[in-house]
T-cell receptor, first 111, second 114 residues
Framework: DAKTTQPPSMDCAEGRAANLPCNHS???????VYWYRQIHSQGPQYIIH???NNETNEMASLIITEDRKSSTLILPHATLRDTAVYYC????????????FGTGTRLKVLA | EAGVAQSPRYKIIEKRQSVAFWCNPI?????LYWYQQILGQGPKLLIQ????????DSQLPKDRFSAERLKGVDSTLKIQPAKLEDSAVYLC????????????FGPGTRLTVL
């Protein structure tokens, strides 16, 4: 079973920030939080990952709570092309780097 | 750099027939993964290779599914015989090099079993 819980769907207005939450209350100390997204008919695409500090790259920001039991992916200025299913995954960087995907959050960006 | 290549992109077969999918990972990536994604669900890991050795195949239905990775590069996933419930998208991913903790996914093969 997936170790993460996400809302099944969210809407966001184009140009506004999209904040996608994820609960991972059983995360272990050596497990990272990864975010991927899957646009229709494509394979999942890496967005960002982090351990305990907040992270930012050209695509998004990742905010991880201090107790590491939840995180938020922020798309600062959502566009129609950000419409996709977003997956939050926790995975250890020791051993096999195995991913267990949940059902993700279907984000719809509205014009 | 070239991405993960998969073929065919689409396949329709009758139940009890056999089918094979091919994956060419990103050059230099030592780890290769096969996932099954049923409509409306997230991808499920079937098998993971490190070079040409199997690291994890705990979710692979071994009575009908088989996979190999010859010479630690290309990989083939086979289903024989196929069942209706095998209808899904089969995704191949690879990881390695400087971005060792990021998995790069191919476009997938959509299998329909009638």
């Amino acid at each position: 079973d997936a170790k993460t819980t996400q809302p099944p769907s969210m809407d966001c207005a184009e140009g506004r920030a999209a904040n996608l939450p994820c609960n991972h209350s059983t995360i272990s100390g050596n497990e990272y939080v990864y975010w991927y997204r899957q646009i229709h008919s494509q394979g999942p695409q890496y967005i960002i990952h982090g351990l305990k500090n907040n992270e930012t790259n050209e695509m998004a920001s990742l905010i991880i709570t201090e107790d590491r039991k939840s995180s938020t992916l922020i798309l600062p200025h959502a566009t129609l092309r950000d419409t996709a299913v977003y997956y939050c995954i926790v995975s250890s960087q020791a051993g096999t780097y195995k991913y267990i995907f949940g059902t993700g959050t279907r984000l719809k960006v509205l014009a | 750099e070239a991405g993960v290549a998969q073929s065919p992109r689409y396949k329709i077969i009758e139940k009890r027939q056999s089918v094979a999918f091919w994956c060419n990972p990103i050059s230099g990536h030592a780890t290769l993964y096969w996932y099954q994604q049923i409509l409306g669900q997230g991808p499920k890991l079937l098998i993971q290779f490190q070079n040409n050795g199997v690291v994890d195949d705990s979710q692979l239905p071994k009575d009908r599914f088989s996979a190999e990775r010859l010479k630690g590069v290309d990989s083939t996933l086979k289903i024989q015989p196929a069942k209706l419930e095998d209808s899904a998208v089969y995704l191949c991913a690879s990881s390695g090099g400087p971005s060792y903790n990021e998995q790069f996914f191919g476009p997938g093969t959509r299998l329909t079993v009638l």
